[in-house]
């Protein structure tokens, strides 16, 4: 497509009121001025919508949205190459545009690619790409965070069209736009991208399995064939699927409803938020996170997850004193928000809950067992017992059978039971892993110790179903249950290689796991994970 931003603004810029390459920043409001967050926006939805440069006054909207098939919009928020002065855009018009109905398209125009086809002059410096993705992603969530749009909306950035031929060019989108998603997880929203479709959309193509690439998670393609679909054959069909794409499929023109004339662009939208994980989440932003203890210390630190990689350098540290503890695993034991630990001491058989805090911090401890050394593989199972406590697995070595703790009220447990019966002794590497086949019930996954084979056991109403062989884990150690990483709607699964120290994920599919991807380095000296 040739220069797409040219045609997709000649006519708006013509008298607007204020053009500038280069425009302040939406103040951010202080907190007493703050706006009440809305719900993530667009949210769930799927079907029609338009953009228009500048924000259309208030009565305008209430007009469209009686007498137009329109029931999305997009919004500028914020970016140096913003295009049109936003009178209109405050926190009370998006309120009111969301409180009527209207679902909003956060779109944010940066520095353009130092190709681009389109007349910029703020660009992308090719050398510190990455920095300023970061940049202009935190400068997004302040404009975002000042008109009300709360976490887990998706914020859109607009790269015009550029030669994707260009090398160092290229490479430079690719890098901003892996840094904007980075820090937009970061910082709990998500990451949407608006590009042509022939070449920042196709470059994004080019690069969606590359492990550790941070790839948008929803895309905006720009294709004007005048084609109402967000299938495109240049997007394969498993790529931002199910429900991450929408379309602009006709570029700048005048629509006239109820009367009242806008210039738009028209868009289709099939959106859906992301499922969170409904565990491992110890920042609470919505992503997986491993808490993981250092041998030579008795450290335990947080390394946060944004969906493809664990962050070593963004760890922070969770507690000490944890170097003679042989068991650990985390849940909410008592339902306050944040996730606790269960340690369990292993010279005294100990056991202990040390309660999570909004600091990202353990409380003092609590002890609730005075001697379970007969115990092994202490394992967060979920709900298994479905009455909203979670709920703690381990396996008694003189007998082989596995034990259930059921969570109950005041951060303890109950009296446990037996979930099954049989030799559980020649197994290990025990991981909760939620509900991996959707069916309501949570599922566990075991490593055989004889032939190092992976085994599902798929919960049922009393127990787990037969095992069924999913892969193998000769090579693995320190298994551990990350929730939906990838926030696909399974529950995935984290491992480290014994040989080399990497943490490898596996996507669960609902059926088995996919092909390990590296996420994590270093943690030779680093067990457990949980």
Same mark, same amino acid.
């Given at each position: ?41 667009? +949210? ?35 970016? /140096? ?78 790269? !015009? ?31 949407? &991208? ?14 969606? %399995? ?41 570029? +700048?023109? /005048? !629509? ?8 738009? =662009?028209?868009? &289709? ?16 932003? +919505? ?24 962050? !070593? ?12 503890? =042989? ?31 909004? %600091? ?57 039971? /037996? ?9 290990? !590497? ?32 009393? +127990? ?35 040989? %080399? ?30």
């Amino acid at each position: 497509m040739s220069s797409p931003w040219l045609r997709r603004h000649r006519k708006r810029l013509i008298g607007a009121l204020v053009l500038t390459l280069s425009l302040t920043p939406l103040a951010f409001m202080n907190t007493a001025g703050a706006a009440t967050a809305l719900a993530p926006q667009p +949210g769930n939805f799927t079907g029609s919508g338009f953009d228009a440069c500048t924000a259309p006054s208030s009565d305008t909207m209430a007009t469209w949205l009686k007498s137009s098939p329109y029931r999305a919009a997009g919004i500028y928020i914020g970016g /140096v190459s913003r295009g049109c002065a936003q009178p209109n855009l405050t926190a009370d018009w998006v309120r009111e545009q969301v409180t009527r109905g209207w679902r909003l398209i956060p779109i944010y125009v940066g520095p353009q690619a130092s190709c681009t086809k389109a007349t910029k002059k703020n660009l992308i410096a090719d050398a510190t790409a990455g920095a300023q993705g970061t940049a202009a992603a935190s400068d997004a969530v302040v404009q975002a965070r000042a008109l009300g749009l709360s976490p887990e909306s998706v914020l859109i950035y607009d790269m !015009e069209a550029y030669d994707s031929t260009n090398v160092a060019c290229r490479t430079g989108v690719l890098n901003f736009m892996n840094a904007w998603s980075t820090r937009l997880h970061d910082l709990g929203y998500f990451s949407g &991208y608006y590009s042509s479709i022939s070449s920042g959309i196709a470059d994004q193509v080019a690069v969606y %399995t590359k492990a550790g690439y941070v790839r948008p998670d929803y895309v905006d393609f720009a294709r004007w064939d005048a084609k109402v679909t967000v299938t495109d054959t240049l997007i394969p069909t498993g790529y931002w699927a199910p429900n991450r794409r929408m379309k602009q499929y006709q570029g +700048g023109h /005048v !629509e006239t409803y109820g009367g009242v004339s806008i210039n738009i =662009d028209n868009d &289709y939208l099939d959106f859906r938020l992301l499922p969170a994980t409904k565990q491992a989440d110890w920042t609470r932003n +919505g992503w997986s996170d491993l808490l993981a203890l250092t041998k030579s210390t008795g450290n335990v630190y947080q390394y946060p997850g944004n969906g493809y990689y664990l962050s !070593e350098g963004k760890r922070t540290y969770v507690t000490g004193g944890f170097a003679g503890m =042989d068991q650990l695993v985390r849940m909410d034991l008592n339902r306050d928000g944040y996730q606790d630990v269960v340690a369990r001491k292993k010279s005294t058989g100990a056991v202990y809950v040390y309660p999570g805090l909004s %600091t990202g911090r353990l409380g003092n401890r609590k002890q609730i067992y005075k001697d379970q050394r007969k115990l092994r593989e202490f394992t967060a199972i979920g709900d298994v017992t479905k009455d909203g406590y979670p709920d703690l697995l381990a396996q008694q070595i003189n007998n082989g059978n596995l034990y259930l703790y059921p969570g109950v009220k005041g951060g303890k447990f109950g009296t446990r039971k /037996v979930l099954a019966y049989g030799n559980w002794n020649n197994r290990s !590497e025990f991981a909760g892993v939620g509900d991996f086949n959707r069916d309501g019930f949570q599922d566990l996954v075991v490593k055989q110790t004889t032939t190092g084979d992976l085994y599902l056991y798929r919960g049922k109403s009393g +127990g787990f179903q037969t095992g069924l062989k999913i892969g193998t884990g000769k090579s693995l150690r320190d298994l551990a249950g990350v929730g939906d990483f990838d926030r696909d709607g399974y529950p995935d699964l984290a491992a480290v290689q014994a040989s %080399t120290g990497y943490v490898y994920l596996y996507r669960g599919t609902g059926k088995g796991l996919s092909t390990g991807v590296r996420i994590a380095t270093g943690y030779k000296g680093r067990t457990q994970l949980f």
